[in-house]
């Protein structure tokens, strides 16, 4: 089954670190760009993180940048997202998605089904 | 960063009811314009991409409409399984920002 499957959501301290992975299965991750995306507890979608197909280009919400890493391994098809000095505005389901093109636009058709991170001491 | 305003923020619906949810851009977008639906405890759904291009599968009950800045989503006959909320969002540049949501509950 085309699936991507989510993992290593936990809880974590105030300035702690979180290593997100992100499995494709049944499809070469290299042929996409790949994105996180994350919801708050009763909030609404907000964009994390983007990579390019070679991991070339990365960019990141204001909110994660310097602190959030996004990455690529098109040889084990996975996907990371490297979190420090989170804090409890992290605290979230993180969701990766793949990005389709079609026709000259951009949409994400296939997304897994998200991992929880909670941050609190 | 490009901000999405959807209207309302929810509403409430019966089955069988015609169902219109409105998207507004700061800036013109095109068409770059992408509909999500999202049920609770799950991974949103993509429905309508390029504004009004429906993706395959999608029962075509629903149908997008708009360019530039103005956009909608139409749910022509309410069904059951389609409470849920609904996002807009642009794919028109970086961040590809999302509307704050709309809620479609049971009337």
């Known amino acids: 089954e085309v699936q991507l499957v989510e993992s290593g959501g936990d809880l974590a301290q105030p300035g702690g670190s979180l290593r997100l992975s992100c499995a494709a299965s049944?499809?070469?991750?290299?042929?996409?760009?790949m994105t996180w995306i994350r919801q708050a507890p009763g909030k609404g979608l907000e964009w994390v993180a983007n990579i390019k197909q070679d991991g070339s280009e990365k960019y990141y919400a204001a909110s994660v940048n310097g602190r959030f890493t996004i990455s690529r391994d098109n040889a084990d098809n996975s996907l990371s997202l490297q979190m420090n000095s989170l804090t409890v505005e992290d605290t979230a389901v993180y969701f990766c998605?793949?990005?389709?093109?079609?026709?000259?636009?951009?949409?994400?058709?296939?997304w897994g089904k998200g991992t929880t991170v909670i941050v609190s001491s | 960063d490009i901000q999405m305003t959807q209207s309302p923020s929810s509403l409430s619906a019966s089955v069988g009811d015609r169902v219109t949810i409105t998207c507004r851009a700061s800036?013109?977008?095109?068409?770059?314009l992408n509909w999500y639906q999202q049920k609770a405890g799950k991974a949103p759904k993509v429905l309508i991409f390029a504004a009004s291009t429906l993706e395959s599968g999608v029962p075509s009950r629903f149908s997008g409409s708009g360019s530039g800045t103005d956009f909608s989503l139409t749910i022509s006959s309410l069904q059951p399984e389609d409470f849920a909320t609904y996002y807009c969002q642009q794919s028109y540049a970086t961040p590809q920002t999302f509307g704050q949501g709309t809620k479609v509950e049971v009337k």
């Open positions: 998605a793949r990005w389709a093109a079609r026709y000259g636009f951009y949409y994400m058709d296939l």
């Open positions: 800036q013109t977008i095109s068409n770059y």
């Open positions: 049944e499809f070469f991750l290299k042929r996409y760009y």
